[in-house]
Each structure stands twice: as structure tokens, then as C-alpha cells.
């Protein structure tokens, strides 16, 4: 296996991109060596529609775009990246606020922490921001 494996994907923001992107990665790290019943996988899948969607919802139409982006570094750890162009960075509710949405952050980080990773938030050039996830990568390489 390579030392770092690479892949990306620019999408319309639009809410039909998000089930695009969820397959976009999943076929990758299909191809990548992830078997279809490794329990990360649900967990990575869930952590792309969350941040695809909020990328889509929560930029106000201020972001035409979306890129996922994931990394693969020495067979060891699964970076996922979600960048738009918006520069309002997502929010961390309160716990006892009673609403059907804005949650998606709280269940990546949970997921994320969950697995032993990490989220980190980095401003690009251009003004907007990247969420990126690190996952542990859970297939052994021999």
C-alpha cells in the first residue's frame, strides 16, 4: 500500500449532492482495501453525510460548491475533509436546546471521538473553512 492515497471531489450545493458524495467515498475506500462490513465504514459514511449536508444547508447559497476530500496516510489513519466557500464556521448547540435539526456536529464529533480520532476546523485561503475528521484505519495492512 502507498504511503498516502488520495482522492477528491467538487460537488453543486446542492442536498442530492450529498447522497454523491456518501457513494464517491465509499467506493474509494472500497478500492482502497475497507470490506463492506467494517463497522467504520457506517461510521464514515454517516460523518460525510453529516458534513456534506451541512456544507449544503448552512451556507446560506454563499457557497456554490462543495469539495470532500480523503486521505489515506500509511494505511493508518482515514482523513475526511468537507470544504465550502462560507465563512461562518458551524456552531456547537447547547445540549438541552429542543430542535429537529443542528446536530449533525454533535454526531460527528461523537463518532469521531468514538473511534479515537479527531475534528479540527482550518480557515482556507479563499475565506471559507475545512472540517476535517482522522479515524484510526481499521483494515491491518500485512
Known amino acids: 500500500m502507498a504511503d498516502l492515497q488520495e482522492a477528491s471531489v467538487t460537488l453543486p450545493s446542492d442536498p442530492a449532492s450529498v447522497s454523491a458524495a456518501r457513494a ?13 462490513e467494517a463497522p467504520t465504514l457506517d ?3 454517516l460523518v460525510v453525510s453529516e458534513l456534506a449536508t451541512n456544507a449544503v444547508l448552512h ?13 489515506l496516510e500509511h494505511g ?8 465550502d466557500s462560507h465563512p461562518r464556521w458551524p456552531q456547537r448547540l447547547p445540549g438541552a436546546v429542543q430542535q429537529d435539526n443542528g446536530r449533525g456536529m ?6 469521531v471521538a468514538e473511534s479515537g480520532g479527531t475534528l479540527r476546523i482550518v480557515p482556507t485561503c479563499e475565506g471559507g473553512k475545512t472540517v476535517w475528521t482522522m479515524v484510526p484505519w481499521p483494515v491491518r495492512v500485512l
Open 24 to 36: 464517491y467515498v465509499c467506493a474509494r475506500l472500497a478500492e482502497w482495501g475497507l470490506p463492506p
Open 43 to 45: 461510521a464514515v459514511r
Open 59 to 71: 451556507t446560506s447559497g454563499l457557497s456554490p460548491n462543495f469539495t470532500v476530500e480523503i486521505r
Open 76 to 83: 493508518e489513519h482515514l482523513h475526511i475533509g468537507v470544504t
Open 106 to 111: 454533535a454526531i460527528v464529533r461523537h463518532l
